[in-house]
């Protein structure tokens, strides 16, 4: 299983940026998925997740009413919708795939694949 995030970039605070995993190799819809985040200096943490189904969905508390999570089992896709981004978003992002599904979806342990990352920058 390989996955691919793109969509990263350059933004000015209270912009919106759509990030996308693409996911190739095995039955994308049997994964939950998750995106992750890594600040400079900072561990890696959790951002979101939605079930392989695409019913349920997590996040966390910081990007809450802020980023959607979705996906598109038919293109093997997932996506990071980030809208009002803050200075604070700014970070590495990174999807992942996960045979768990409910809360434990929210620990990063708990994925078997994860995609290269991709750079977020918001600026002041």
């Known amino acids: 299983v390989q996955l691919q995030a793109s969509g990263g970039g350059l933004v000015q605070a209270g912009g919106s940026l759509r990030l996308t995993c693409a996911v190739s190799?095995?039955?994308?819809?049997?994964?939950?998925m998750g995106w992750f985040r890594q600040a400079p200096g900072k561990e890696r943490e959790f951002v979101g997740a939605?079930?392989?189904?695409?019913?349920?969905?997590y996040y966390a508390d910081s990007v809450k009413g802020r980023f959607t999570i979705s996906r598109e089992n038919a293109k093997n896709t997932a996506y990071l919708q980030m809208n009002s981004l803050k200075p604070e978003d700014t970070a590495v992002y990174y999807c992942?795939?996960?045979?768990?599904?409910?809360?434990?979806?929210?620990?990063?342990?708990?994925?078997?694949?994860w995609g290269q990352g991709t750079q977020v920058t918001v600026s002041s």
């Open positions: 992942a795939a996960s045979f768990r599904t409910g809360e434990a979806m929210k620990s990063q342990n708990l994925y078997n694949y």
């Open positions: 190799g095995r039955t994308f819809s049997s994964y939950g």
């Open positions: 939605i079930s392989w189904r695409g019913g349920t969905t």
